[in-house]
């Protein structure tokens, strides 16, 4: 069955330093997408990043990254240079069929 | 802002009675997707809609409807409401073909219902 899953509930990072945020997924399908969104304490949600899963290099938008690693089935997004405006809330997600499977997501704080 | 907009913002209304959230996709986005956002389910998707055609159908509760008109808006009716059915209810859209996500889903704001 697919399936993504973030393992890390809460994470804490200094202003202008790199964090990673853990994703995993499962899948039997070999044509995917992995996304990550972003949800602010205001509620709406802010697409960041796509990777497909047929693509030869890493995705990068900005200070995002995503560390795709097929073989380990993992989507990692790598935010560069920490900003107080980064705190929320991070969704991983996959394409199955003709929608999206979130994860439960990972809360990122981050402090100056 | 991603183009895509939703209406009401807030709703708040009684066990037992019936509501419907509107939206309308980004100019030019032929599919339109439903999610239900709580603190104990996660985002779960609800309904798929491609050019006015039910496309995919997820979690969606039998008393709960959707649909597309010709001018791609959409709207979501819930009856019957119980007092689980509190959530936030996204919207989003997308230029994809609607058979398997590879362009990104662009949500509106939300609406969220509170049945009490």
């Known amino acids: 069955a697919q399936k993504i899953t973030q393992t890390q509930p809460g994470m804490f990072v200094q202003e202008k330093e790199a964090v990673t945020l853990d994703c995993t997924y499962d899948t039997s399908d070999p044509s995917y997408g992995l996304f990550w969104y972003k949800q602010p304490s205001s509620g709406e949600m802010i697409f960041l990043i796509y990777q497909g899963s047929y693509d030869q290099q890493n995705a990068t938008e900005g200070r995002y990254s995503l560390n795709f690693q097929k073989a380990r089935k993992s989507a990692n997004l790598v935010i560069s240079a920490s900003q107080l405006g980064d705190s929320a809330m991070y969704f991983c997600a996959m394409s199955v069929g003709a929608a999206l499977i979130f994860g439960k997501g990972t809360t990122l704080s981050v402090s100056s | ?116």
């Open chain 2, 1 to 116: 802002d991603s183009g895509v907009t939703q209406t009401p913002k807030h709703l708040i209304t009684a066990t037992g009675q019936r509501v419907t959230l509107r939206c309308s996709p980004r100019s030019g986005d032929l599919s339109v997707y439903w999610y239900q956002q709580s603190l104990d389910q996660g985002l779960q998707f609800l309904i798929q809609y491609y050019n006015g055609e039910e496309r995919a159908k997820g979690n969606i509760l039998e008393r709960f409807s959707a649909q597309q008109f010709p001018d791609l808006h959409s709207e979501l009716n819930l009856s019957s409401l119980e007092l689980g059915d509190s959530a936030l209810y996204f919207c989003a859209s997308s230029d994809g073909t609607g058979r398997a996500p590879n362009s990104p889903l662009h949500f509106g704001n939300g609406t969220r219902l509170t049945v009490t």
